[in-house]
């Protein structure tokens, strides 16, 4: 299989990012034309502009012969713990459900560490649905440790 090449994001990728991402949800993932239509809802070329002007935030995707088959953003944190260390958080990974395990995401992150190192990031954390047991050995066989219990709260 032929190795992903990894770039940032355009607007015009916004339509295959959302359909990747709805494609992979833990809960209620959608087959593949049911999240392409999803995908070219007016939202997600609006918060791709969002996420596009803001400078914490970096959107990338894998392409393979043209196409993009995976997706994630990096966001650096500044902060005050560890005497400033800049943490990054990893968000949105996303794999074309039929080309896991073909190496696509690992590609993405050996990118996300040379770009977190790039923009000074100390730390990069992530976080995954307690579900997905395949993505936490992923993960954890490219060296992220699992080190904290995790929370949200949807305010929408």
Do not use: C, W
Request: glycine share 10%; aromatic share 6%.
């Amino acid at each position: 299989m032929r190795t992903a090449v990894v770039r940032p994001a355009t607007a015009a990728d916004a339509p295959r990012i959302a359909a990747l991402i709805a494609m992979g949800h833990a809960s209620a993932p959608m087959d593949a034309e049911a999240a392409e239509a999803e995908g070219r809802h007016p939202a997600y070329a609006a918060a791709f502009a969002r996420v596009a002007a803001s400078g914490a935030n970096h959107l990338f995707v894998a392409e393979q012969a043209g196409r993009v088959v995976g997706t994630y953003q990096l966001t650096a944190l500044p902060g005050i713990a560890e005497r400033g260390r800049t943490r990054g958080k990893i968000e949105s990974v996303h794999v074309d459900p039929g080309l896991r395990g073909s190496g696509v995401g690992a590609a993405m992150m050996r990118h996300a560490v040379a770009e977190a190192r790039a923009l000074g990031i100390g730390l990069l954390e992530l976080s995954s649905s307690k579900s997905r047991k395949d993505a936490h050995r992923f993960y954890e066989r490219l060296g992220f440790a699992r080190s904290h219990e995790g929370f949200k709260m949807a305010l929408d």
